[in-house]
């Protein structure tokens, strides 16, 4: 058990840290990319780079039936999650965009209840859902905050996320979760592709050459190698680990350090509130997790 709990705080920190950046990167990134195709082209690189290292160490390909599992939850958790956040952000700034992901340990709450009702969460849990909420409604309803659609994509996204991981237990799983990952992220990576060329995203991708500076450059550099390549498959190894609201634990933490990247380097404001919704969704999502 230490040698589990070590690697566990691990894959935690490495979760946090990891992920507080990545939304003042696709802030970042989609100035030049558009959305979707930005994760196609982010997933393709990372899941080919990490499957042609898994393969080479000896570790076994996905079957059919894990490779269809890497559909549906690359679908979900990248294609739904990732591309409907990188979408908002076009308009949206990178920490109010984070605040509202900070919700998803809620969604991890509510959804089990509409198909296993006989597991029912205790009253600090519920307390943490309304507390969460009424933090998320804030933002929704201070004027100039974030736009209506904005808001509706990112909770699009947080249900996605929440879906595919509450899923993913379910499918069948590659016994190397690192494999897993890999797959996944090609699979995603296709749905995204299919997703964005359907959107019309490439005439645009195609003049990407024009917008392309060394800040867009080294924000997506940080999204293949940090955000995915450590963030995203910590993350799938946690969630066969611990259950799904502690493996989204990342919630309470990285929005605290997105508004902060947000305020000091991207330059957004910080209006009274964003202070609100952070004093109510993170108490929300602790007591949501110690249940």
Do not use: D
Not at 114 to 120: A, F
């Amino acid at each position: 058990m230490p040698v589990l709990s070590s690697r566990i705080i691990a894959a935690q920190l490495g979760v946090w840290l990891a992920w507080s950046g990545t939304y003042l990167a696709i802030a970042v990134a989609v100035q030049a990319f558009p959305p979707f195709l930005l994760g196609a082209c982010r997933f393709l690189v990372a899941g080919l780079g990490l499957y042609a290292l898994l393969r080479w160490q000896g570790v076994p390909a996905p079957n059919r039936g894990q490779w269809l599992a890497s559909v549906i939850t690359g679908s979900l958790l990248l294609c739904g999650g990732n591309g409907l956040v990188c979408w908002a952000e076009q308009t949206e700034p990178s920490g109010i965009t984070a605040l509202i992901i900070a919700s998803t340990p809620l969604w991890m709450i509510v959804l089990p209840l509409l198909y296993q009702r006989q597991h029912r969460p205790p009253l600090t849990a519920w307390i943490g859902v309304a507390l969460g909420l009424i933090g998320v409604t804030v933002l929704f309803g201070a004027p100039g905050t974030v736009s209506a659609i904005g808001a509706v994509a990112v909770l699009g996204a947080c249900l996605c996320w929440a879906v595919g991981s509450l899923w993913s237990k379910h499918l069948p799983a590659h016994p190397s979760a690192f494999m897993a990952g890999a797959a996944q992220m090609i699979a995603g990576s296709a749905v995204m592709a299919v997703v964005g060329l359907a959107l019309g995203e490439g005439p645009r991708m195609a003049q990407l050459g024009q917008h392309l500076t060394p800040t867009v450059v080294w924000a997506w550099i940080y999204l293949v190698v940090v955000g995915t390549w450590i963030g995203l498959c910590c993350y799938l190894w946690l969630l066969r680990q611990v259950s799904g609201a502690a493996a989204t634990s990342y919630a309470f933490v990285n929005p605290v350090l997105a508004v902060l990247l947000g305020w000091l380097v991207g330059g957004e404001h910080l209006g009274w509130p964003v202070f609100v919704a952070m004093a109510l969704i993170i108490p929300g999502v602790v007591l949501v997790l110690r249940r």
